[in-house]
């Protein structure tokens, strides 16, 4: 599974930016999906997952009410919608697929988000 993440960018504190996953190779639907993310000199810690099909979703405490992920298994493509944006959001954010049925896992190569005034 190849996975190219999108959407990064330098954002100010308080706004909103949309990341996307687009994914190949494989099946799709085979995949719960999630977002990771390592902020420097952090480790990387899990933001979101959302499940093969179905649509049901986790999201760390730091997030929840601000971040959404979503799929769309049509397109091959998740995607996290960032809300009420931090400066404490700066990392670089990677999308993982885990296929269900092996475990296996994938990683895309990360999109910066700055947050920053």
């Known amino acids: 599974v190849q996975l190219v993440e999108s959407g990064g960018g330098l954002v100010q504190p308080g706004r909103s930016l949309r990341l996307s996953c687009a994914a190949s190779?494989?099946?799709?639907?085979?995949?719960?999906m999630s977002w990771h993310r390592q902020a420097p000199g952090k480790e990387r810690e899990l933001v979101a997952r959302i499940t093969s099909v179905g649509g049901g979703t986790h999201y760390a405490d730091s997030v929840k009410g601000r971040f959404t992920i979503s799929r769309d298994n049509e397109k091959n493509t998740v995607y996290l919608q960032m809300n009420s944006l931090t400066v404490e959001d700066t990392a670089v954010y990677y999308c993982?697929?885990?296929?269900?049925?092996?475990?296996?896992?994938?990683w895309g190569k990360g999109t910066l988000v700055t947050v920053s005034s």
């Open positions: 993982n697929a885990q296929n269900v049925y092996y475990g296996t896992e994938y």
């Open positions: 190779g494989s099946t799709f639907s085979w995949y719960a």
